[in-house]
């Protein structure tokens, strides 16, 4: 297997599809404010302003292609035995779930986003099927599905959703249920299920906008050797001012910006390359210190939008994208 550890840290911009509809139901006839240029392929230009990250893919961008070129040489340092961890960021409404597949939905092959298409490519490295008896298998892979919302972990494949996991059962809240996997058909089950428990609410960016974060992660446990490839579906990044709301929803909104702010501490102490990184600072942090570390390999993809009313949202996320690009990671092979 030939894989590039030098690129630790990766970093990739992708245009969610103009809306015909603007915000608030205003019908918005507005000029893109992104560019992609085929002479920088890993540049965007963001109201006349050049950025460049690892990858820049515009909105006709395939899952597939997606795939292909960000994610499944992270499938294959898992696979090798590093902790990995993929993460959307973005503003509601800009494809981070669309992309990232949390989707219980069946959805044609060109729809299926990053979860799927890594389970199937592990399955297929690890020679498991649910058709035989896996005498040649490499090993077992295993699924766990968390979200944090209001500061609060919840395990989603526990009998008892609404128990929130607590640092005492456990520790540092990893864990979680682990589902063994070995189809398609396990994985489309515990979808189901977490998106069943998972918190929904209606906000004036997304009618269907997820107020939490999601954390998928896939185990591999070859031998001795037990690394996880975790896939993170974050909660909509927009201010609180923007999404309007008065009341629980809120309260909500500040809750997912203490989670975001954290997040963007942690990569800062980790650019500085302090030893004290502060991950208890938020229950989003303390549950990602396993999966954002000085060790665990990081793409991040974020999502942004080509809306000029957007445009705030846009060179926020951008900011977040280049401090992440700062981060000093050096990956180690993941044991027990
Ligand atoms: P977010 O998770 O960032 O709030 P979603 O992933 O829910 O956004 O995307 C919002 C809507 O746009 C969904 O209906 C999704 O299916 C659709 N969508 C997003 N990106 C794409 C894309 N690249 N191609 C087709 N549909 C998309
Ligand atoms: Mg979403």
Redesign the pocket.
């Given at each position: 297997m030939n894989i590039n550890m030098k690129e630790s840290v990766v970093v990739a911009v992708r245009e969610a599809p103009y809306r015909n509809t603007g915000m608030q139901g205003i019908n918005d006839i507005e000029r893109s404010v992104l560019e992609f240029s085929r002479e920088c392929p890993k540049a965007v230009i963001v109201d006349g302003t050049v950025y460049s990250f690892d990858h820049s893919f515009d909105s006709k961008v395939s899952q597939e292609q997606l795939y292909r070129t960000l994610i499944h040489p992270l499938v294959l340092k898992a696979l090798a035995g590093y902790d990995c961890t993929a993460m959307a960021y973005g503003q509601?409404g800009t494809g981070?779930?669309?992309s990232m597949g949390?989707s219980a939905e069946r959805m044609s092959e060109e729809h299926v986003g990053i979860v799927p298409r890594c389970l199937k490519d592990i399955l297929k490295y690890m020679n498991i099927n649910d058709q035989k008896e896996n005498h040649a298998a490499m090993g077992e892979v295993f699924a766990s599905f968390i979200e944090v919302y209001n500061e609060k972990a919840y395990d989603l494949l526990a009998v008892d959703v609404n128990e929130p996991l607590t640092s005492r059962t456990h520790p540092r809240f990893t864990g979680g249920t682990c589902m063994p996997m070995k189809s398609q058909k396990d994985l489309l089950q515990i979808l189901m299920l977490g998106t069943k428990n998972r918190h929904v609410r209606a906000t004036n960016m997304?009618n269907n906008?997820?107020r939490s974060h999601a954390i998928v992660t896939i185990h591999i446990q070859q031998g001795f050797q037990h690394s996880r490839l975790n896939i993170i579906?974050l909660?909509?990044s927009e201010s609180v001012r923007r999404t309007g709301n008065e009341g629980v929803a809120r309260a909500e909104g500040v809750f997912i910006n203490m989670g975001l702010m954290g997040i963007n501490k942690v990569m800062a102490s980790l650019s500085a390359g302090r030893s004290l990184i502060p991950y208890r600072e938020s229950i989003l942090t303390t549950v990602l210190q396993a999966s954002l570390n000085s060790q665990c390999s990081l793409t991040l993809l974020v999502c942004i939008s080509p809306h000029a009313s957007d445009l705030n949202e846009t060179l926020s996320t951008i900011r977040f994208a280049k401090n992440a690009k700062q981060m000093k990671i050096t990956p180690q092979l993941s044991q027990q």
């Open positions: 509601t981070k779930s669309y949390m997304n906008s997820s579906d909660a909509g």
